[in-house]
């Protein structure tokens, strides 16, 4: 019985958590007429059209390769940026060390939207205010506490002998990073990547601050310039949906096991 009612209520839980993104997913196959209809979950006439219709004459390919291109180099900064500062949290003694390393831990609890009008108009100052740019360095610096920490317990958690070892066979503390200690950290880095994609691939604040060019959306202000017309079709809108959502979905099936591992060593450390 112990079991039987934390299961039951985590099969509810699940079913009402689902059955949005199954309707979603069901809205998507419809078409206009149908859409409107309602009442039934499973589509009476699938149909490819609105998929492919959303895709094409609404441009949204445009949209994705944006979202692509934010998203891919934001990944790429935090890890470029933060495996580093990680590796010398943990394995370079240097003055200030345990202070800066705090600091950035206390940033987690400092919520985003506070400096979102500072951020703003320093964006404006330095003329990169509607780019691209202007979206992924906020979203390299915004990942810095939780990276930071991550990596640094991940470099912890690694037998210092590995270090000693490399150090007494000539390596450098770069060619030490660079070959034994990153390829170790793999899981955390994975962890990370994740961690840092799925928030901004769907960020919309920022994005809808900063960017005026429409050629330079995103594609969550791509959804919302489909629900904004005047007349809203729903199963564009539902499509557009499954399009924003297929590439997280595929991410998380592609790295699921490094990304477990990866939140198993951080809650050990």
């Given amino acids: ?22 309707w979603m997913v069901s809205g ?13 979950l499973i589509p009476r006439r699938p149909t490819l059209a609105t998929l492919v219709d959303t895709w094409s004459r609404l441009h949204f390919f445009d949209y994705f390769l944006n979202s692509l291109q934010v998203t891919g180099f934001t990944v790429l900064g935090v890890l470029v940026v933060y495996s ?13 060390r345990r202070f800066v390393f705090w600091f950035f831990v206390a940033l987690l609890f ?12 320093l964006e404006n100052k330095l003329g990169i205010l509607g780019t691209h740019a202007g979206l992924i360095l906020p979203f390299v610096n915004g990942t ?30 770069w060619r030490i990073f660079w070959r034994v200690y990153l390829p170790l950290a793999r899981p955390t880095l994975v962890t990370i990547g994740v961690l840092t994609a799925v928030p901004t691939w769907n960020e919309y604040v920022l994005t809808r601050v900063s960017l005026n060019d429409e050629s330079r959306y995103t ?10 017309g005047t007349v809203p079709s729903y199963n564009e809108i539902m499509a557009g949906s499954l399009i924003l959502v297929i590439p997280v979905i595929v991410l998380f099936l592609a ?3 490094y990304f477990v591992n990866g939140l198993s060593g951080a809650v050990k450390n």
Avoid: C, W
């Fill in 1 to 22: 019985m112990r079991r039987v009612v934390p299961l039951l209520a985590l099969t509810v839980y699940a079913a009402v958590s689902l059955y949005p993104f199954v």
């Fill in 28 to 40: 998507a196959f419809k078409d206009r007429l149908e859409i409107l209809e309602g009442g039934h």
């Fill in 84 to 96: 580093l500062a990680g590796y010398a949290f943990a394995m370079i003694d240097f003055p200030g």
């Fill in 110 to 121: 400092v919520p985003s939207i506070t400096v979102l009008l500072p951020l703003t108009i």
């Fill in 144 to 173: 810095a506490p939780l990276a930071v920490l991550m990596l640094t317990n991940a470099f912890r958690a690694i037998p210092v002998d590995l270090h000693d070892a490399a150090t007494a066979d000539g390596a450098g503390e």
């Fill in 219 to 228: 594609l969550p202000l791509a959804l919302e310039r489909l629900a904004s």
């Fill in 255 to 257: 790295l699921q096991r």
